[in-house]
């Protein structure tokens, strides 16, 4: 069993990384130098964190250790991938911490690259292999860290795939399952017995697919729009949001589909926006917009389908267009207004099917821009619940008096009521530790 870590990563004001215990306190400042990093990733054991770093001539993936004496002097990270061409964009851990997946631009073929590095050799940087190509490329991988569930190409388009492929020999993949259908992430059952992804049947309409291993059983449940899915920790129970009219975007009502059984229950008819799996399965998190106009729905919030065009993980355009066709400066008053965006984060009870409104916020920008477009992806590899499913960690912006903004890591408690959140440092981007 793994060691109690409980700890939390962040990026501070100036790009460093720094982790932190719930409560503020054992501040532990990782880097510092002119990289500056995004998306810090736990190890599933809670000792290393991945992350992406940048600067003017050097741009990679770094992986540092969370050391008690980290807060002296900061340690020398493990590069594991580096180049000037191909830029990396974001990582994810295999389940047993020996490998490290990531994806890289490949602005030559217009394409994205999964590479897979290991992290037990002894010499640095890392070896690594490239194993899939695609854009947009989403995956998962198998409890048992032997196969990833792979997602590449639009729906329609003649090279999408959906495909399950051996990461440590890629040319022994198997073909593709199914014509990709309006969806981002596949996922795995915990368990193994499942997994799941969305199609395009003949008739060309839209479906959510169950399949079950060593067994002839498939689950196909209809749905609108695009679809974000994510699987339980503990069960064979997939949750997932689709709108209810046919537009290209993801956010609408959430569900519950119970993979032994084929029930679909309502968990909410509200327009969520992302949710998110406590690590015990009993709850899960979810974010809807509170008190805002239709115009930020449709205008300010990323589309997910054409996110995803773009190649995945990249940050919109910074420019709006007014009605009178002008374009409109990020720092202008109007600009600003229009990003006033405030979310309410509830928790829904699974086995009470009861709902709690935790607290209305304003999110940070890096959490609207560059997470909520694809959370469904980073559900799998950065954790918002704490280990033990009962508080949140979000990047949480705030206004002065004199106009000024400080983006803050709040941890939200979700089970006790009264219980206010709390602010614990000045950061963009904070996740938990898996243990």
């Not at 193994?192 to 689950?219: I, K, P, S, T």
């Amino acid at each position: 069993m793994a060691q109690r870590v409980n700890r939390i990563v962040f990026v501070n004001p100036v790009g460093d990384l720094e982790t932190i215990s719930p409560d503020g306190s054992d501040r532990r400042l990782l880097s510092s130098g002119d990289i500056f990093f995004q998306f810090p990733a736990w190890s599933p054991d809670g000792r290393r964190i991945a992350a992406v770093g940048g600067a003017p001539n050097r741009i990679g993936i770094f992986v540092f250790e969370d050391r008690e004496d980290s807060a002296l002097e900061p340690p020398a990270p493990r590069v594991v991938y580096e180049s000037k061409r191909e830029a990396p964009v974001y990582v994810f851990w295999s389940p047993d911490g020996r490998h490290l997946s990531f994806i890289t631009n490949r602005p030559e073929e217009q394409s994205l690259g999964l590479h897979v590095a290991s992290l037990t050799d002894a010499p640095r940087p890392a070896s690594s292999r490239l194993v899939a190509t695609g854009r947009p490329c989403f995956w998962d991988w198998s409890a048992d860290g032997k196969h990833i569930l792979l997602h590449t190409g639009l729906a329609g388009e003649a090279g999408a795939q959906i495909r399950f492929i051996d990461p440590f020999n890629p040319s022994g993949g198997y073909a593709s399952i199914a014509r990709p259908g309006l969806f981002q992430a596949p996922g795995i059952a915990r368990s193994g017995r499942f997994w799941a992804f969305g199609q395009v049947n003949r008739a060309g309409e839209l479906q959510l697919v169950v399949d079950e291993r060593n067994a002839n059983n498939r689950l196909l449940v209809p749905h609108h729009g695009v679809a974000a899915i994510g699987w339980s920790p503990t069960r064979d129970q997939l949750a997932y949001i689709s709108p209810t009219e046919p537009v290209r975007t993801y956010y609408g009502p959430l569900r519950l589909l119970d993979a032994t059984t084929g029930k679909v229950t309502l968990l909410t008819d509200d327009t969520v926006l992302a949710f998110f799996w406590s690590p015990n399965g009993r709850h899960i998190a979810y974010f809807t917009l509170a008190q805002i106009a239709e115009y930020i729905r449709h205008n300010v919030l990323p589309n997910a389908d054409a996110a995803a065009r773009d190649g995945g993980f990249q940050n919109r355009a910074e420019e709006a267009e007014d009605e009178t066709g002008e374009t409109e400066s990020p720092g202008s008053e109007e600009s600003q207004a229009a990003r006033a965006i405030w979310f309410n984060l509830w928790v829904v009870d699974i086995e009470r099917g009861e709902h709690r409104l935790i607290s209305t916020f304003e999110p940070a920008e890096t959490f609207v821009d560059y997470f909520l477009p694809f959370f469904d992806q980073y559900a799998l590899s950065h954790r918002i619940w704490s280990p033990d499913s009962d508080a949140i960690v979000l990047p949480i912006l705030r206004r002065s008096a004199d106009g000024s903004e400080h983006t803050l890591v709040y941890v939200i408690p979700t089970l006790r009521k009264g219980e206010a959140p709390r602010p614990i440092a000045e950061g963009s981007m904070a996740f938990w530790s898996q243990c």
